[in-house]
């Protein structure tokens, strides 16, 4: 018999050669759906101005509706016909743009109020992805792009990642390689100049924020609160979740590896061996796997924060596929914006349901 085909078995990853880039403009200006790379995670985009496209995004992911879209434009230069813009915006366009950066300004009419959920503010962001600059350029449209994820789930670093959770609804998806950044841009609300503050932490250092616009920059508390929860409904307390227990410490000692049993999997910043402190006095539980050590993971070799960024997200997916029992991870050490970022993902990515 043959076999019907199905969303999934139709799900195709493109690479970036002119007539797959030009295929999949046309797609998008015709309404369609297109998962894209960027340097910080992959989106699932949609034609920014067609409201029922931008609706399409909503129930791929199963987005609540009231969670608002980030818009990706290719230049600051077409900000005008999205948002209110103010001098400000100009100076950290210059600094950081295109970069993993997202403003939230003053919407103009010209944005469909599903793309941001009716409030009267809208998300602009340039990225720097090569790829998914080019297909900016050919469909000639601002794209909305959400985190390519079922809502609530893990972010994808890859195209594999995006088939994995939407290719039951999705049928296109462009492959720009593995996300260099690998954790979401730091959202910055700039509607006033003299107050602008960080809605969501990501790569930008917030010291060189500052800088840059001359004022003080306000940053969110460690743990979303319930006021900010509503200026960025998408910061949710739990978010970016695997659907294994994930509990976290502020350090992992060799001692907590062993002592722990076999099915609990450790997630490390850098390994146990490139740590000062390689001295332990504790035995292994009985049934722990002392030699392989198969259960610890490393998200960098030395502790580099930018390695451990990049790695964090597809480290979380693949642990979240075995049969861990529970995974445990350490927190990034200092408070540079990659470890801020980071942290808070995980800190939302452990949180209770
Ligand atoms: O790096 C990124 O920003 C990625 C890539 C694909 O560009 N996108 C991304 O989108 O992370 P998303 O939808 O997963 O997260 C966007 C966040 C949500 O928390 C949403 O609530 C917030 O941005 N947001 C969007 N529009 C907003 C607005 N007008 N005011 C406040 N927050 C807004
Ligand atoms: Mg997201």
Not at 213 to 222: D, E, H, M, Q
Not at 249 to 277: C, G, V, W, Y
Not at 343 to 351: E, F, I, M, S, V
Request: proline share 7%; charged share 25%; hydrophobic share 40%.
């Amino acid at each position: 018999m043959k076999e019907k085909p199905t969303a999934a078995n139709r799900t195709r990853i493109y690479q970036a050669t002119p007539a797959n880039l030009a295929r999949l403009a046309e797609i998008l200006r015709k309404g369609g759906l297109v998962g894209v790379p960027t340097e910080t995670v992959y989106g699932l985009a949609a034609n920014a101005l067609d409201a029922a496209a931008c609706r399409g995004i909503f129930r791929a992911k199963g987005r609540p509706s009231n969670d608002p879209l980030i818009v990706h434009i290719e230049s600051v230069d077409r900000i005008e016909t999205l948002a209110e813009t103010n001098p400000a915006v100009r100076k950290v366009a210059k600094a950081f743009w295109p970069g993993p950066l997202t403003l939230v300004l003053k919407k103009k009419d010209t944005v469909p109020s599903v793309v941001t959920a009716g409030r009267d503010s809208v998300a602009v962001r340039v990225s720097s992805h090569p790829t998914f600059r080019k297909l900016l350029a050919l469909c000639r449209l601002p794209l909305a792009a959400p985190s390519a994820n079922p809502f609530g789930y893990i972010s994808p670093t890859t195209a594999q990642h995006v088939k994995d959770g939407l290719g039951k609804k999705i049928e296109h998806i462009l492959d720009g390689g593995p996300a260099t950044i690998g954790v979401e841009s730091t959202i910055l609300d700039l509607r006033d100049p003299a107050h602008p503050k960080i809605l969501r932490p990501g790569a930008i250092e917030h010291a060189a924020l500052e800088k840059v616009l001359g004022v003080r920059v306000a940053r969110p508390k460690a743990r979303a609160q319930a006021d900010e929860a509503a200026v960025a409904p998408g910061m949710l307390l739990r978010h970016y979740s695997p659907r294994t227990p994930l509990v976290l410490h502020r350090q992992l000692k060799r001692e907590d590896t062993l002592i722990a049993s076999a099915n609990e999997a450790f997630i490390l910043m850098k390994p146990l061996d490139a740590r000062i402190d390689k001295s332990t006095t504790a035995r292994p539980r009985s049934g722990a796997r002392r030699a392989a050590q198969g259960n610890i993971f490393a998200l960098s070799k030395n502790g580099d924060l930018t390695a451990c960024a990049k790695s964090l997200f597809a480290t979380l997916r693949q642990l979240d596929k075995g049969n861990w029992k529970r995974i445990h991870a350490e927190l990034a050490p200092g408070d540079s914006a990659l470890a801020t970022a980071i942290n808070d993902r995980l800190t939302r990515a452990a949180a209770k349901r």
